[in-house]
């Protein structure tokens, strides 16, 4: 896939995965406060991320926090792991799949580090 073209799906697949991550945290914040008043488990995590230059760790990065409810706080190149925090950790699997799926493709084909 040329840069162009993977530039535009990752747009793409990131505004898609702002807005479906919107409702999502909208729906935790009107389940805790109006329906179980229990806020879901929040929690920490470390994620490792494909090989890329620290441009492309830093993109998604910032796309993580861009994406409600996600927010990265520190990326460590040398482990290439993000730490993360995350609003509804309820299905944290899911979240780093989504995470692979829709960003690294797209940042790997732009950034990615040749071995």
Same mark, same amino acid.
């Given at each position: 896939?040329?840069?162009? /073209?993977?530039? /535009?799906? @990752? *747009?793409?697949?990131? #505004? ?8 999502? &945290?909208?729906?935790?914040? *009107?389940?805790?406060?109006?329906? %179980? ?7 920490? #995590? ?19 926090? *861009? &994406?409600?409810?996600?927010?990265? #706080?520190?990326? $460590?190149? $040398?482990?290439? %792991? /993000? #730490? ?17 799926? $829709?960003? %690294?493709?797209? @940042? ?8």
């Amino acid at each position: 896939m040329g840069k162009p /073209i993977a530039a /535009i799906v @990752l *747009l793409a697949r990131f #505004l898609k995965a702002v807005v479906i991550s919107g409702f999502q &945290t909208v729906q935790v914040i *009107l389940r805790a406060s109006f329906g %179980e008043r229990k806020p879901p488990p929040a929690a920490f #995590l470390r994620v490792r991320f494909a090989p890329m230059s620290a441009q492309g760790a830093s993109l998604l990065g910032c796309m993580i926090t *861009l &994406t409600p409810g996600t927010t990265t #706080l520190d990326i $460590d190149m $040398d482990k290439r %792991e /993000i #730490l993360m925090h995350v609003l509804d950790a309820s299905d944290t699997d899911a979240l780093v799949q989504g995470i692979r799926e $829709d960003f %690294e493709p797209g @940042l790997v084909a732009l950034f990615g580090e040749q071995s």
